[in-house]
């Protein structure tokens, strides 16, 4: 734990669904309806520190997270799932947070690409 870290103790009522070490909750600033982050419980900044039981909850934690999300909502069609990773990568909370962002048709006029996007000019190849 870290007393400023704003993940390390989020309050129970955002927190969405726990598999052992780590745990999910929505994202305050949501990239589209359903935007969800998956964290360690432990307090890490980077996804290099996850320990393999926590890489495994956090896929668990996804997978179960993406079709619920799908079953709930029929318009999404497609997820990115990802992380920032140290400042230059944009990480601006350093718990690490793992993005699982739903997306549909047509939310983005030029979709191909996806997290190749990050770096203008290089989503499209």
């Not at 520190?49 to 996804?62: F, I």
Request: proline content about 10%; some cysteine; aromatic content about 8%.
């Amino acid at each position: 734990m870290s007393p400023a870290c704003p993940f390390c103790d989020l309050p129970a009522d955002r927190i969405l669904a726990v598999d052992g070490p780590c745990l999910a909750f929505r994202d305050g600033f949501p990239v589209s309806a359903g935007h969800t982050l998956v964290i360690p419980r432990r307090h890490v900044a980077s996804f290099r520190d996850l320990t393999p039981d926590e890489w495994t909850a956090a896929h668990r934690l996804a997978r179960k997270l993406a079709a619920d999300l799908q079953a709930a909502d029929p318009a999404i069609t497609g997820f990115n799932f990802g992380a920032n990773d140290g400042t230059d990568a944009g990480q601006s909370v350093f718990h690490c947070h793992l993005h699982l962002i739903p997306r549909r048709a047509g939310d983005h006029p030029a979709p191909r690409g996806g997290i190749r996007g990050v770096i203008p000019g290089k989503a499209h190849y």
